[in-house]
């Protein structure tokens, strides 16, 4: 088994606020991050994949058709975009970046063939980021 | 849903690496130009990777605000723009980034919002030590 990692980038709008909670509360959690204008990062995302080495071409999966499925399945409905407003799974589900990573696992799970994922990982910035290994 | 958060903290610091066990020629030795008497110093990279379940309320294994504040509190104001020979961890044990790590874990086991995962630090870009929590 050898796993196979493969990033993609995507530039994103968001903004944190539970409508479940006081204009108070929210913004004692989420801070800066409350601003309901939005704001936006460049996001990296890092998809690995484990699997096993096919003998006649001696890849595990095609990087082309990885690097395909996630610009079909992520990049093109992310990038450049409000995830609150316009990416159906956060209309009710707040896109921090644990919940992100959470979203592109059930975006990717399955759609990629002879290959098992192993760990969605989602880079908010250089110094934070979040890891889903599809744990409940 | 069980996700893993990692944050990564900067810190500047000097050291100087010499063990008392050893003789003047064992530490040059040993330790080469990091034995200089005068010290010198790194720009480490500090990760720390926590786990938990992700909060419904707030999307979140954990509060980044209390991440930082303890980092800042426990790790920043300590390490930071000082000498790790003079702390009190490093007086009886070479400040090596292996014994940082294992320093920087020991403080972290007391963050009490989520579990600790993982520590890594890199004390140059091309060196970097990392511990798991068992």
Redesign the interface.
Known sequence: MILLTRKADFSAAHFYWNPALSDEENQRIFGKCANRNGHGHNYTLEVTVAGEIDPISGFVVDLKLLKDILEREVVSVYDHRHLNIEVPEFADTIPTTENIAIAIWRRLEGKIPHARLHRVRVYEMPDLFADFYGEA | ??????????LSASHRLHSELYTAEQNRETFGKCNNPHGHGHNYIVEI?VSGQ?DP?????V???DLDGFAQEKLLARFDHTNLNLDPAFRDLVPTTENLTIVVQQIFSGFSHARLERVAIEETGNNSFELMSV
């Open positions: 849903m069980k996700a893993h958060l990692s944050r990564r903290y900067h990777t992700v309320a707030t999307g979140m294994v509060n980044l605000g």
